[in-house]
């Protein structure tokens, strides 16, 4: 018998001064059994620093391999931003990257190491994909606090993010990378 998707939920308090974003998210992300706690605190932190109008989790979640982990479409369906999480292969982001306006990357993976596997392969319009990553030990605590019913206030500001996850404090500087 096949093991389901664990649940959790976030209640997020969103306030993003360096993109004057303030909302209030009621986020229910579905956990795969092949995804990792990291990985998923990673996918909820790159819905809150990409939210927009028309974001949502791609329906498939970590089980498909024809969506990323977060897709924003406009009014009419299209793609506008494709969202990888993780470590995505060379060929994924060329494909994102000519199916949306903009293709970005988050990881709590090593960035050298990621940059590394894709030199030299062809990613479309690789100069405009950036790249962010987080402290693992900022990853690590977070995924240490993480239950399935999660309360998150998220502050943003000069690149430096602070988040409160039930209860306990963190904070880590946001790195961006750029594809060479």
Same mark, same amino acid.
């Given at each position: 018998?096949?093991?389901?998707?664990?649940?959790?939920?976030?209640?997020?308090?969103?306030?993003?001064?360096?993109?004057?974003?303030?909302?209030?998210?009621?986020?229910?992300?579905?956990?795969?059994?092949?995804?990792?706690?990291?990985?998923?605190?990673?996918?909820?932190?790159?819905?809150?620093?990409?939210?927009?109008?028309?974001?949502?989790?791609?329906?498939?979640? %970590?089980? #498909?391999?024809?969506? $990323? @982990?977060? +897709?924003?479409?406009?009014?009419? =369906?299209?793609?506008?931003?494709?969202? *990888?999480?993780?470590?995505?292969?060379?060929?994924?982001?060329?494909?994102?990257?000519?199916?949306?306006?903009?293709?970005? %990357?988050? #990881?709590?993976?090593? $960035? @050298?190491? +990621?940059?590394?596997?894709?030199? =030299?392969?062809?990613?479309?319009?690789? *100069?405009?994909?950036?790249?962010?990553?987080?402290?693992?030990?900022?990853?690590?605590?977070?995924?240490?606090?993480?239950?399935?019913?999660?309360?998150?206030?998220?502050?943003?500001?000069?690149?430096?993010?602070?988040?409160?996850?039930?209860?306990?404090?963190?904070?880590?500087?946001?790195?961006?990378?750029?594809?060479?």
């Amino acid at each position: 018998m096949a093991i389901g998707a664990t649940m959790h939920t976030f209640e997020i308090q969103l306030a993003d001064v360096d993109r004057g974003v303030y909302e209030d998210l009621s986020l229910r992300a579905a956990q795969h059994p092949s995804e990792t706690d990291a990985y998923l605190v990673t996918r909820v932190l790159a819905y809150c620093l990409e939210y927009e109008e028309g974001i949502a989790f791609s329906a498939g979640g %970590v089980s #498909t391999g024809e969506e $990323p @982990a977060i +897709l924003v479409k406009d009014l009419t =369906g299209l793609i506008t931003a494709w969202i *990888e999480v993780g470590a995505p292969d060379a060929q994924r982001l060329h494909t994102g990257s000519k199916r949306a306006g903009r293709t970005a %990357v988050y #990881t709590h993976r090593d $960035p @050298a190491k +990621l940059l590394a596997s894709w030199r =030299g392969k062809t990613i479309h319009q690789s *100069e405009q994909i950036m790249v962010r990553s987080f402290d693992p030990k900022f990853i690590d605590a977070a995924t240490q606090a993480l239950t399935r019913r999660n309360t998150m206030p998220v502050s943003v500001t000069e690149g430096q993010i602070y988040l409160e996850l039930n209860g306990t404090s963190l904070e880590t500087q946001i790195s961006s990378h750029g594809i060479e």
